[in-house]
């Protein structure tokens, strides 16, 4: 009978004399930085791109139609212009070896797809599985064929047998070479030509694979007044306590649809002391989504209590100087737990006026028509200018959104 001791030393023999040493992976969290980058080119507004976006969330998922082939004919308005403005991305490695790709960081879809910009690179470990794809975003579309190949995503985190889009058409993606798709794996159900299908997104794959043990994603942003800037960490398998103050609060996903899809949560929104903006209702927290968009009631509800004005050039509300130094608060309520969102988080950096086709002379507001009614059971999109406010975890495994506070909730940097 071996000793243990006899077993341990047996086991350093072993690796002493194996070439390549045994490493065991600890499963801790994987940090992947992403990256902010602006470039407005005049041809539409900023709200009018997350606008457009917004209607696909609404249209999408009623009645258990999805966003693939049977919505693509549905868009009608010009994707074209739609082109640049904000986009919030991350590289991440594709084949062996990798090829490096620049994908929008979207927990609003879960297709993960290349091909816009730099074409597809196959390598020995790519699969073609005989499949198209589809999927229509409002703000644009893809269309291709399905791969499943290796995705690496940080250092040394590959992700096997990752099925992936390559598109062959695309319309609304300049710059960038696709998306990484890390909402709700039931987004991608019907995007492929076998209807029935759903993907499996990078972080149920790295779940599963047991290359992370939380299957969640948790999300940081930090406001900036950089053109171009990489200050945000996704964290897959968990969450990073350096960049957040306090407690992660989660509430459930919400039970309301079409919110229910998405990272869809219930809150309710006052201005002051005591004016109510949003009545409690459902609606979505989206990294591709860059202002905080709320239903007409709400919006003009909001544009009485701030006296703004709307701007036609950045099509956002806009207040003199004096009248932001009489701004107040909005609160933001989710769950059991009230989110003080400030009023400096409540306009767009000053020193960006310019690049959103603003003048230094106004204060822009952040806030926006979701251009819906009220009670359409996707009433509002805190977008990445709330993210910005607040760290965001999506909890798949646990069907549950978190938020925290953090070293820039209450940051006078705009
Ligand atoms: C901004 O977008 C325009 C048009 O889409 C493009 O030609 C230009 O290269 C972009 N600039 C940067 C800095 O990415
Ligand atoms: C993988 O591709 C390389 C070329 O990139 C080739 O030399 C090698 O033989 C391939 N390996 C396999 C297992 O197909
Ligand atoms: C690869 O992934 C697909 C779904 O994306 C799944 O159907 C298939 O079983 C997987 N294959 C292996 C070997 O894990
Ligand atoms: C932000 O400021 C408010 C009011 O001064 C304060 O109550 C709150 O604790 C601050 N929050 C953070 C995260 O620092």
């Known amino acids: 009978m071996l000793l243990p001791v006899s077993l341990a030393l047996l086991w350093a023999l072993a690796l002493a004399s194996s070439a390549k040493p045994l490493v065991v992976r600890d499963k801790s969290p994987i940090t992947v930085p992403f990256s902010r980058r602006l470039n407005f080119t005049g041809k539409s507004t900023l709200a009018q791109r997350d606008r457009v976006r917004a209607q696909t969330f609404m249209g999408c998922c009623r009645g258990g139609m999805s966003c693939g082939f049977e919505t693509a004919a549905a868009s009608v308005f010009d994707v074209s212009a739609m082109n640049g403005a904000v986009d919030y991305t991350v590289t991440v490695g594709i084949g062996y070896p990798a090829t490096e790709y620049t994908l929008i960081v979207d927990t609003g879809s879960s297709n993960t797809w290349v091909g816009a ?44 047998n990752q099925s992936i889009g390559v598109a062959s058409v695309t319309e ?13 794996q039931d987004l991608t159900c019907g995007t492929l030509s076998n209807a029935d299908e759903c993907i499996p997104t990078v972080t149920d794959n790295a779940y599963s694979q047991g290359l992370i043990s939380a299957h969640e994603v948790g999300i940081s942003f930090e406001p900036t007044t950089s053109l171009s800037i990489t200050n945000g960490e996704l964290t897959f398998g968990g969450t990073d306590s350096s960049k957040y103050t306090g407690t992660i609060t989660y509430t459930p996903i919400t039970t309301t649809e079409p919110a229910s899809s998405y990272v869809g949560i219930d809150q309710s929104i006052t201005y002051g002391s005591s004016t109510t903006i949003l009545p409690s209702s459902a609606g979505i927290a989206d990294t591709g989504t ?18 703004a004005t709307y701007d036609e050039n950045t099509g956002l509300l806009r207040l003199t100087t004096a009248e932001y130094d009489k701004l107040e608060s909005l609160y933001f309520n989710i769950g059991e737990t009230t989110y003080e969102f400030t009023a400096n988080a409540q306009i767009w950096p000053r020193s960006l006026n ?9 204060v822009y507001l952040i806030v926006n028509d979701l251009g819906s009614d009220a009670e359409t059971g996707l009433d509002f999109i805190n977008g990445m200018t709330f993210l910005e406010r607040f ?7 646990n069907s549950q959104v978190g938020f925290a506070t953090t070293p820039y909730t209450n940051a006078t940097t705009n």
Request: charged share 20%.
């Open 117 to 160: 910009d730099q074409a597809y690179v196959q390598t020995n470990t790519s699969r073609n599985t005989g499949e198209e794809v589809e999927v229509d975003y409002g703000s644009g579309y893809f269309e291709g064929e399905e791969y499943t190949d290796t995705v690496t995503l940080g250092s040394g985190f590959a992700i096997t």
């Open 172 to 184: 609304g993606f300049s710059g960038v070479d696709g998306i990484l798709g890390i909402g709700p």
């Open 290 to 307: 860059t202002l905080i968009l709320l239903s007409s009631s709400a919006y003009k509800a909001y544009e009485r209590a701030t006296g």
């Open 354 to 362: 310019t690049a959103i086709g603003g003048t230094s002379e106004y």
């Open 391 to 397: 760290y965001f975890v999506y909890d798949a495994g």
